[in-house]
């Protein structure tokens, strides 16, 4: 017999809808789209690989160790920079706010602490895309969460986020506070607080207060540079001493990070160190590095205040901003590079149906995923010694860094050249 559906009241008659018959049954709609639920099975495959390969390789997360160690000299009431861990004698290089704010990982065992630290960079990858495309207003709301799970799937294999991984980095959260806060609306209240607050964890940052001011934004850049005095006034609060030392003098010890020659550091200066054969390059660094910086916050600044004729100048302008940073920090090590995730969002939203502009996004993702660096000579001074031919793959990215300030530099000047040809256009004829 067919099936009947009863009325509200339980009877049956023909006034009550007796002898209908119901149409197919409707499926509850998936929780997931195909698209989106395609993307997480990559993302978990991904992660799987990363897992076996870290169980393979036993990773000791030496950064990790690093920011364990220096909050567990805040609880106890150690030298913070006297202290060096792991096999390579690592030293603390942050400033006391930061080690503040390590201290819950001094009470964690390791191996909790390591997973922990990865599932953490998941999610903070996940949020630097999402806020990667929020930037870029691209693609369409819908299709986000399916982007957002890619990303995260084939960015865990870009060099300077891998690294970030093995090394157990802050620089996805340094990345992620930086570009939300200059996500917000102007009008936000409170705008610059998480740019001061990435200053005070990691100085670099702190360039970015400098690209509000001349962007126009000085209320944000006041509150940028108000935080970050409130994290030094923190840490001159709870560890007086070693604010003290940071700011006098570690702060200007780049030799206990590291040497600034060696393919790791992918900045200006190790990029002139290497070409020029010379462990300091000194003077004709400095002179490049102000060179530099005066011409990248300029171009950032002019980006961003571009207006509706330079589509997503706001994102433009902080990958701008941000790669001037990594450019002129003495050391910019390769995990600091983890602004190619929003590059390579911003060149994929405009790269359309242009098969040129497809294949720069290409090949920009190819350049941060190759590892050239590492595949050069560098077993002792190695790096010092590099051919002419060699050098290109030792430094592709402050190369980059350059080539795309130069690119929306003439860009800028190409979009002042066609605003001023429609302005004359637009005159009367004179008499």
């Given at each position: ?8 009241s ?15 049954a409707?499926?509850p ?5 195909p ?6 099975a990559?993302?978990?495959l ?22 364990r160690a ?7 009431g ?8 792991t ?6 290089t ?19 602490l ?5 599932a ?8 630097l ?60 209240r409170?705008?610059?607080?998480a740019?001061g ?7 670099t940052?702190?360039?970015f207060a ?26 001159a ?20 990070v ?10 200006l200066?190790g ?5 020029l054969?010379?462990?300091?390059p ?16 300029a ?12 589509p ?49 996004v290409?090949a ?18 190695a790096?010092?010694?590099?051919a ?5 793959f ?11 300030l ?16 429609r ?9």
């Open positions: 017999m067919s099936a009947r559906i009863r009325s509200r339980g009877g049956s008659g023909p006034g009550n809808g007796a002898g209908r018959r119901t149409g197919p409707r499926r709609a998936p929780l997931l789209s698209s989106t639920a395609r993307a997480l990559l993302l978990a991904s992660v799987a690989a990363w897992t076996v390969l870290v169980a393979v390789a036993r990773v000791p997360m030496a950064d990790m160790l690093v920011y220096e909050g567990a000299a805040v609880l106890h150690d030298d913070l920079y006297a202290l060096r861990v096999e390579w004698n690592l030293p603390a942050y400033p006391p706010f930061a080690a503040m704010l390590f201290t819950p990982t001094a009470v964690v065992p390791v191996p909790v390591k997973v922990l630290v990865t953490g960079n998941l999610v903070l990858l996940g949020v895309a999402h806020l990667s495309f929020r930037c870029a207003d691209w693609p369409s709301p819908p299709r986000r969460p399916a982007a957002v799970l890619l990303v995260a799937a084939f960015g865990l294999w870009l060099e300077p986020v891998f690294q970030t991984f093995w090394f157990g980095q802050v620089n996805l959260l340094v990345a992620a506070l930086v570009l939300w806060d200059l996500s917000r609306p102007d009008t936000a409170g705008k610059g607080i740019i607050v990435a200053a005070g964890v990691k100085l940052p702190g360039i400098v690209y509000l001011l001349l962007s126009g934004r000085v209320r944000a850049a006041a509150v940028a540079a108000g935080a970050f005095a409130a994290t030094v006034l923190a840490g609060a709870f560890l007086p001493g070693e604010t003290v030392e940071f700011f006098t003098l570690r702060m200007f010890e780049t030799e206990r590291g040497e600034l020659w060696i393919v790791d550091n992918q900045s200066q990029l002139m160190a290497r070409v054969h010379t462990e300091e000194g003077a004709l660094w400095a002179a490049a590095a102000v060179a530099v910086a005066a011409f990248g916050l171009v950032a600044a002019r980006t961003a205040t571009a207006g509706p004729a330079l997503r100048a706001e994102a433009w302008g902080a990958v701008a901003c941000a790669v001037t940073a990594l450019l002129v920090s003495p050391i910019s090590w390769s995990h600091h590079w983890v602004w190619c995730v929003p590059l390579l969002v911003l060149l994929a939203a405009e790269a359309g149906g242009s098969r040129r502009r497809q294949a720069a290409a920009v993702a190819a350049l941060f995923t190759c590892r050239s660096l590492w595949l050069v000579p560098k077993d002792g001074d790096d010092l010694h590099l002419w031919w060699l050098q290109p030792a430094s592709p990215y402050p190369l980059l860094g350059l080539a795309l130069v690119l929306l530099a003439a860009r800028l000047r190409r979009l002042r050249r066609d605003a001023g040809e302005t004359s256009a637009e005159q009367p004829a004179g008499h």
